[in-house]
């Protein structure tokens, strides 16, 4: 299922890079049909079950083989859509690399002082603030901190 590089591939959205899982979580039911059929080559009659239990993106990744029989789906569609659910759950963008650092290295504490004289010019950014100042605020951190290792 998931060799199609329709399915792996990420979403590049500005800065953020989604995940096969984050798209699908925003998914109404219409859209999560339309989405399965082309992808995964059901049936609107295979699919019947997630219209009618008005399931969408974000209950569509919790769901089982049992909870779809359950609901009147096919055993093979049920599988099917079952083995996708975990697949795609399990789909790792790329494992981060690590580094080292020692607490006095000083490329470390001038990122540090750097990160925060930035965000403090920036000021508070609050629970509510529009996802325009979150991006801020992430890309900040985000470039000031992408030390390479020397």
Not at 60 to 82: I, N, Q, V
Not at 92 to 108: I, R, S, V
Request: aromatic share 6%; glycine share 4%.
């Amino acid at each position: 299922m998931l060799d199609n590089p329709k399915i792996v591939r990420s979403l590049q959205t500005g800065n953020v890079s989604l995940t096969l899982a984050d798209k699908i979580k925003k998914y109404k039911t219409d859209a999560l049909i339309k989405f399965l059929q082309r992808e995964e080559d059901l049936e609107l009659d295979n699919l019947k079950v997630i219209y009618e239990e008005k399931v969408n993106g974000r209950d569509f990744l919790k769901l089982t083989e049992e909870k779809l029989e359950r609901h009147g789906m096919k055993l093979g569609p049920a599988s099917r859509l079952a083995d996708f659910i975990k697949e795609i759950g399990a789909i790792c963008q790329f494992p981060p690399k690590t580094y080292t650092l020692e607490d006095d290295d000083e490329e470390l504490k001038q990122c540090i002082r750097e990160i925060k004289c930035r965000l403090g010019n920036m000021g508070t950014i609050l629970a509510d603030s529009n996802e325009a100042m979150w991006c801020e605020y992430y890309t900040c951190c985000r470039n000031i901190s992408a030390i390479s290792p020397t």
